[in-house]
């Protein structure tokens, strides 16, 4: 159940251990002015979200935030900063980390960039051997060939399914999971090889079928009044998990080869999936799934709206055109997020840690005020809190750079993985 910084020089003059120490800065000049605040102490939390509004959600965890302490103007926005790393694991790959002193209290954070055109280089899902499988980050990246870097990807139903909520295309051709409407922001890279951050449908059909509306595809849930499809690539099926345990006006049918083989009003749990599953939910769905009753012919079609390579989606919007597009100063959360740069031809993520002393955490504004920094045009929120990680490549080893919040690495169901092939 569905639960649920253009780059310069400044000069940082800090205290460390008795002596002054001069650092170069060569990433954006400070934090966004969002992280300006009147206090070093948050107790207050955020309101507990609301699980049937995933717009709602912060995490996937969904638990509460700290409050950040409100900007005063004119305050300040960086007391200072240092500089943790800063190196090279492939060619047109770099990765800096950062630990810095803010008014609202102290923030680790770490700036990937990848040069998309650097021969070699690819960015692409990270994903199990089914959508509903979840592993730590490092164990999903490392079966990807040439893996440099990646990070957790979308957010997904962590209570039951563990299935994510939206969509994931991999640049071998495999549509992992989709869905209609609802949760399709995504960022994604076309055929011609030009990456895009918006909206992203699904589109599907029963042929011949019109009147039952397609709006899921391996999804963690069928959505209120929908008709969802499901394949082997799921994993086992999920029984009432898939509507919230909602058993009335439930259907479903099993199609093998084409055809009808089986229906039914109580949903299979933890079967294998054979052929194609069919699960309608409400009344109207299920009347109309009533129709294709054992012997009819069925075909199934599903792809995402337009030439995709590759695709993943994350719940928010951060940027556009490098326009803000979230407004919400509230919760402090760790944080990892995804844009575009067209003018380096850079793809950047964000991985900020919080939830611990040495790092408060982000809201979503400043998250979006930082990749603007960073040069983002366009940025897309992907799953935060525990899922938080980024692993990389690390004197011949992949490593976990960042201090996931749970103390522990999180199972996740996917992620964004860079690889170099020369």
């Known amino acids: 159940m569905l639960r649920r910084f253009p780059e310069i020089l400044v000069l940082c003059l800090l205290a460390t251990a008795g002596a002054l120490v001069f650092v170069k800065n060569d990433d954006p000049a400070g934090p966004p002015a969002a992280e300006q605040a009147g206090a070093t102490s948050v107790h207050e939390l955020g309101p507990k979200p609301d699980p049937d509004d995933p ?3 912060q995490t996937s965890d969904q638990v509460p935030g700290e409050i ?6 004119g305050q300040r926005a960086l007391i200072s900063r240092t500089k943790r790393l800063d190196y090279s694991p492939a060619p047109g790959v770099t990765i800096t980390g950062w630990d810095a002193r803010t008014p609202r209290g102290p923030v680790r954070y770490f700036v990937t960039r990848v040069k998309w055109r650097t021969p070699g280089i690819s960015v692409d899902v990270a994903h199990g051997t089914r959508t509903r499988r979840v592993q730590p980050v490092p164990d999903m990246l490392s079966s ?8 957790n990807g979308d957010f997904y139903d962590i209570s039951d399914t563990g299935a994510p909520l939206g969509i994931g ?6 549509l992992l999971n989709a869905l209609d409407s609802g949760w399709n922001n995504a960022i994604s890279q076309n055929t011609e090889g030009k990456w895009h951050v918006g909206e992203l449908p699904m589109v599907a059909e029963v042929v011949g079928h019109p009147e039952i ?7 963690a849930r069928v959505k209120v009044d929908g008709t969802g499809i499901y394949d082997w690539r799921f994993g086992r099926s999920a029984g ?3 509507t919230d345990l909602q058993t009335r006006n439930v259907r479903w049918v099993r199609v093998v080869d084409h055809e009808v083989v089986a229906t039914g009003t109580t949903l299979p749990n933890r079967t294998r999936i054979q052929g194609t599953l069919i699960v309608a939910r409400g009344a109207l769905p299920s009347r109309r799934l009533a129709e294709l009753t054992v012997g009819s012919t069925v075909r199934v079609r599903r792809h995402l709206d337009g030439e995709v390579r590759m695709a993943l989606t994350g719940n928010s919007l951060l940027l556009k055109k490098r326009q803000p ?3 919400d100063d509230g919760e402090m959360h760790p944080r990892t997020a995804v844009g575009v740069d067209r003018d380096t031809k850079e793809i950047i ?3 900020v840690d919080g939830r611990q002393t040495f790092s408060r955490g982000y809201t979503m504004l400043e998250l979006a005020n930082m990749m603007k920094r960073l040069g983002a045009e366009d940025a897309l929120n992907l799953d935060g809190g525990g899922s938080t990680t980024l692993a990389a490549q690390k004197r011949g080893h992949l490593k976990v750079i960042n201090t996931p919040s749970d103390g522990f690495l999180r199972s996740v169901p996917n992620g964004l993985v860079v690889s170099y092939n020369p």
């Open 55 to 57: 717009h709602t959600w």
């Open 325 to 327: 597009t979230v407004s």
């Open 144 to 151: 990807t060939p040439g893996v440099i870097a990646g990070t």
């Open 240 to 242: 009432w998990g898939w």
């Open 213 to 219: 509306d397609v709006t899921n595809y391996n999804s």
């Open 169 to 174: 295309r991999d640049r071998n051709g495999l």
């Open 349 to 351: 993520i964000l991985v």
């Open 68 to 73: 950040a302490p409100p900007v005063e103007p």
